[in-house]
């Protein structure tokens, strides 16, 4: 065989699963910098191989610098199933506080009692930026029957003393969509943080419950521009009427038709 042909043909014959998984591991092992273009090529590259990559991922975890340790992260956020969730469960417990709001950011999405325990028990933790990874990944995590425990442990948090926790709390009970959540969205609407406020506004655009429109009118006329121009699109969206921002108005009309809302449809 042409010695060319033969190094083509061996340049393009796919590896075997163990050594294409071995190949990206020694990747994260060298890896410095998560920038490096082929160190971010090393997730995709083993998530390929789903639950086979994972005992590897975890045997080879704690010798991986840094940026090899939030790739691999990377990587089992990527593969789905009751392994790679375990995995990072188990992995949640490292004392790094940097790398731990990496995993629990990673355990977002992935629904299930495991995952959201180990993320509620995050939002107590000493570090900010770990709690604030825990309520944001909690939005995107929790399934319906866990509801009943994530609301109020993401309400706990709406007045952290951390703006970016209660801003991190606040998103994610809008994004739940759930109408328990309408008590505390009203309690971080009279927060003194301009940022704080201004979640929650957004985040009653996509509850849409009634009982956010007398606050919303309030928000009105409220000292921070934005938060005040926030409100107006959210009534408008909420009761499909545009007053601008006149107050009165505004304040008239929810007198006339308090209790007969109806939200329009998304």
């Given at each position: 065989m042409n010695p060319l042909w033969l190094a083509l043909t061996l340049a393009v014959t796919p590896l075997p699963a163990s050594d294409a998984i071995e190949r990206a591991i020694v990747d994260l092992r060298l890896c410095t910098t998560v920038e490096d273009a082929v160190c971010q090529s090393a997730p995709g590259r083993l998530a390929v191989w789903g639950a086979d990559a994972v005992p590897r991922l975890v045997t080879a975890f704690p010798e991986l610098p840094l940026a090899g340790q939030i790739l691999a992260v990377a990587a089992l956020a990527r593969i789905e199933g009751r392994e790679s969730s375990q995995a990072?469960?188990?992995?949640?417990?490292?004392?790094?506080?940097?790398?731990?709001?990496?995993?629990?950011?990673?355990l977002g999405g992935r629904g299930g009692k495991e995952s959201d325990s180990t993320l509620m028990a995050a939002l107590t933790a000493k570090e900010p930026n770990v709690r604030a990874s825990a309520a944001e990944a909690l939005g995107r995590s929790a399934s319906e029957r866990d509801l009943k425990r994530v609301v109020p442990a993401l309400a706990r948090v709406c007045g952290d003393r951390s703006e970016q926790v209660a801003v991190s709390a606040v998103e994610s009970l809008g994004l739940l969509g759930d109408a328990h959540a309408v008590p505390p969205l009203l309690g971080a609407m009279g927060s003194p943080r301009v940022s704080v406020r201004r979640?929650?506004?957004?985040?009653?655009?996509?509850?849409?419950?009634?009982?956010?429109?007398?606050?919303?009118?309030?928000?009105?006329?409220?000292?921070?521009?934005?938060?005040?121009?926030?409100?107006?699109?959210?009534?408008?969206?909420?009761?499909?009427k545009f007053f601008g921002s006149d107050y009165v108005v505004w304040r008239d009309y929810w007198r006339d038709a308090k209790g007969k809302l109806e939200a329009p449809a998304p």
């Open positions: 990072l469960v188990a992995l949640a417990k490292t004392t790094s506080p940097t790398l731990r709001a990496v995993i629990l950011n990673g979640a929650a506004v957004f985040a009653a655009r996509s509850i849409r419950d009634a009982r956010v429109i007398g606050p919303l009118i309030e928000l009105i006329r409220d000292e921070d521009p934005v938060v005040a121009d926030d409100a107006v699109r959210a009534l408008t969206a909420l009761t499909g």
